[in-house]
């Protein structure tokens, strides 16, 4: 049975796509005002992106000017979200889990901890744990949690939306996973469990 649960933010405690207004109205009329060197098509798909990608990973993915970013990576050091989110339909699933839950994710430190406030889910979890994707990556917070907290990796389930990201380096580090993959966006993904939604998540956990 698993009883220590590394859980994903965006996308899989909630969703971005419904709660885009609160997320990104800011940052796209920031956007908007810096030259970031790339053709309108490129912003909006680059726009896209950004719901389900970290930002410094979109950012290179399209080539954003260097000068613009110093000014764009202040502005996020900064952010908070403000208004209230609303977690997935499937989020039960997550809270009714027995044992130790954390969540992973990556992104701004006061962006990330401010969309758990904002969740109000913040009492369901011991730790929250922010990656930087410029200096580190989810691997290296996955090892450092299960040093920190002495965790045998048998009892540790991986729960994320990301098969190149969360579910990849759990794995590597021979950690079960469980990709939620509602659009089928990763249909020959390597994953121990996988699911459209949560509802055989607790079967997965063994609970």
Known sequence: MKQ????DLDNTIYFTK???EQLMSGLYQFLD????????AQYQAAKSEMLRTPFQKVAEKYGFRHEAMENIIAFLNSR??????????????????????????AGFYKQQTSKV????????????????VTVSNKKEA????????ELNKAEILIIGDDAESEIKYGLELGIETFLLDPENRYPHAETTFKGIDLSNLHQAAGQ
């Open 4 to 7: 220590i649960f590394f859980i």
């Open 18 to 20: 419904p709660n885009e």
């Open 33 to 40: 005002a810096q030259n970031l060197g790339i053709s309108a």
């Open 80 to 105: 908070e979200v403000t208004k209230p989110l609303i977690p997935s339909d499937d989020y039960h699933f997550i809270k009714e889990l027995k044992g130790r839950k954390f969540i992973v994710t």
């Open 117 to 132: 406030k904002m969740l109000g889910i913040a009492d369901d979890f011991e730790e929250v744990c922010v990656v930087d």
């Open 142 to 149: 996955f090892q450092k949690l299960i040093d920190q907290h």
